[in-house]
């Protein structure tokens, strides 16, 4: 019967991630303009026409619309159904590795936060304290009911991190509050290791980003770029393939 039954999970968990992710991109506009989630209708940013059922399906409107608005044709950008679809990817992933547990649905609600803050972070430079929140709750209710990571190790992960990058901060200003914050609760999260782990590769992505910036838009060296999505992408690598990538470079420095 749970062979039958497991296709159709699946299918569900997608179709969930799918639902979750189209009213993520609702929490990205909304918040840093301090408008309702749950009050309103959807609107086109373009020409402000109220969209109606068939317009939000997730993913397939996108696809059906042929990525353009059904009343003034201006392009959709791409990133709706991109948010949609990684949550939907996100989801997938915390089933077919944890199943149907409570610790599923508290990976579920940190990797949500973590795009909705990483995109909020990239459009407004800002990181709302709402979502360290979340993440440092889940966190701690993993820690609560999970063993995979003892205090000690989660306790230093919180730290090891957070208090550099904040003396950093303190003198020299060259990293924002809100980035210390997340790499505290992520590093609640995931253990010194893999937050170690997430520096190096948020501090990576951040770079290639800014390399490429300069070369196809030939920015200048003081353009700002905000930390937070190369963080939160960084963070979701870890949780997913963090151990596997760790595992990985020892095989490598042991031959």
């Known amino acids: 019967m749970h062979l039958i039954m497991e296709p159709f999970i699946r299918i569900y968990i997608v179709l969930i991630g799918l639902v979750i992710g189209s009213f993520l991109n609702v929490l990205i506009y909304r918040i840093p303009l301090k408008q309702s989630v749950v009050k309103g209708s959807s609107n086109c940013p373009r020409c402000s026409h109220r969209l109606n059922w068939l317009d939000l399906f997730p993913l397939l409107s996108y696809l059906f619309l042929r990525g353009k608005c059904r009343y003034c044709k201006s392009p959709i950008s791409p990133r709706y159904p991109a948010v949609e679809a990684a949550n939907a990817v996100c989801y997938y992933l915390i089933y077919i590795n944890n199943g149907l547990q409570l610790s599923s649905l508290l990976y579920a609600v940190v990797c949500s936060s973590l795009i909705v803050l990483g995109l909020i972070d990239y459009d407004h430079k800002i990181i709302p304290n709402r979502f360290h929140i979340i993440v440092g709750v889940c966190a701690l209710l993993l820690a609560l009911i999970s ?86 992408f960084a963070v979701l690598v870890c949780m997913f393939a963090g151990d596997r990538l760790i595992n990985i470079y020892l095989s490598l420095i042991s031959k």
């Open 147 to 232: 063993r995979e990571l003892t205090w000690i190790e989660r306790l230093l992960g919180m730290f090891s991190i957070s208090v550099p990058l904040f003396v950093i901060a303190l003198f020299t200003g060259g990293i924002g509050e809100g980035d210390v914050k997340l790499f505290a609760v992520c590093g609640f999260l995931l253990g010194w290791k893999l937050i170690l782990l997430t520096m190096l590769l948020s501090s990576f992505f951040a770079a290639v980003y800014g390399i490429t910036l300069m070369v196809i838009k030939r920015a200048k060296g003081k353009t700002e770029i905000p930390f937070g999505p190369f963080i939160a």
